[in-house]
């Protein structure tokens, strides 16, 4: 990797962002003060902006049918169609819990209030579909993180466990391990790696085995999902949508990575798949190589303040700090 020591970009503002989203050339932030703000990326001017929620906008995610999906801390989800909000629920959501969109963005799913609570929405009229939590609930504390990935929704708690359900059979969780000795702040998964930090000063790299065959559950909770290309992961719990069998799952730590600082905010793994990047609550962005988990380089994207969030895509990165600025790299 070429060695890259300043941003291409700096766009200097007088709120803090605390989430970003891509919609083609346009950079959307959510702020602290829950403002939704538009930046034409190709002459880094803002376009738009708005008042979008009564407290810190918590996410940002671009629908493929047509804008944005915004969470609030103060509880709310809403859809936003230049500038305009055409549809909004209240949900017990007060937490630091991202939302995550399933991949077809037919549901999203977010740490509910209630302890170790899960909510799925439906991503279009906006009702909770279900709402689920793992199986020892009262010793796992409140969902910190989460992704979605094909048919699957990784959780990660502040017990330091990562729970994995399959989102065809909410009502039984396939994996449950220990990870982290605190809270699970953030995670990624990529093929059937799941890659994770903490505050324990550690990011900790996850491998999905599949094991012996156990007996069916063949019940849906949610209705049949549209094909999808199969990926590594999906071909090791293929056999979860088998009336036949189903492979029992296990996880151990492959690899543990220091980080040199107490945590990190977001891990991203960038599209290609050759490296990944942890923002780390001392600003400084730090690169690794997917394949050895070597560490490639640190860069003082918002030292000392803490980045925010974090977007990753072809080969760029875009990251936003408490320093109320938005830092735009490029990494080959």
Known sequence: MAEVTRPDYIIRGESIVTSLCRQNTTLVTGS?????????????????????????????KKLDRGGIMSQGREGALAIWKEGQCVRSCSVPSTGFCRFALSDDQRHCFLGLDEKSKIACVDADKLNIV???????????GMCWSLTVRGNHVYLGYESGHIVLFDRRYLSTQVLEVKVHDEIVTTLD???????SSSPDSTIKITSLIADETVPDNSSRDLPPETDQTTSPLETIVSSLNSRSSEQKISAETSHTVPLKCQGSSQIRIRPDGKLFAASGWDGGLRLYSLKKYKLLGI???HSPETITDMITFDNRIICSGRDCKISFWTFY
């Open 299 to 301: 860069v003082e994207a």
């Open 130 to 140: 279900k709402t689920f939590q793992p199986a020892d609930f009262n010793k796992r």
């Open 189 to 195: 998964v990529r093929d059937n790696k799941i890659i």
């Open 32 to 60: 602290e003060e829950g403002n939704i703000k538009l930046y034409d990326t190709q002459i880094m001017r803002p376009t738009a902006s708005w008042i979008a929620h009564k407290a810190q906008v918590m996410g940002l």
